[in-house]
């Protein structure tokens, strides 16, 4: 089964870029959608952003319309969320996911079946 391990967190100050990586382990791999999730303490894992299979469809959540950029690299298994204007509202866990359904739209967590292990991003004020 295909693995997914996020990379590129860390601790940024307000304003600052950050650029999450996810790379997909494994013999064969392939999706209909991947996408980038967070979760802070004490809340709800919420949709950040998506991207279709062919990298034509790209979504996301309102909060990071304008700062954040979702990319994919099919040919290495590779998915990227580029993160700009950081706010400590960003602050959360981010995870990868794959395995996307066209039963349900990129945005919802539930038409994922792989999930990475998750990374942290931590941005101070």
């Known amino acids: 089964q295909v693995q997914l391990v996020e990379s590129g967190g860390g601790l940024v100050q307000a304003g600052d870029s950050l650029r999450l990586t996810c790379a997909a382990s494994?013999?064969?791999?392939?999706?209909?959608?991947m996408g980038w999730f967070r979760q802070a303490p004490g809340k709800q894992r919420e949709f950040v952003a998506a991207?279709?299979?062919?990298?034509?469809?790209?979504y996301y959540a309102d909060s990071v319309k304008g700062r954040f950029t979702i990319s994919r690299d099919n040919t290495e298994n590779t998915m990227y969320l580029q993160m700009k204007s950081l706010k400590p509202e960003d602050t959360a866990v981010y995870y990868c996911?794959?395995?996307?359904?066209?039963?349900?739209?990129?945005?919802?967590?539930?038409?994922?079946?792989?999930w990475g292990q998750g990374t942290q991003v931590t941005v101070s004020s």
């Open positions: 996911a794959a395995g996307g359904s066209y039963s349900y739209t990129p945005k919802e967590d539930l038409g994922y079946s792989i």
């Open positions: 494994g013999r064969t791999f392939s999706s209909a959608a």
């Open positions: 991207i279709n299979w062919s990298g034509g469809g790209r």
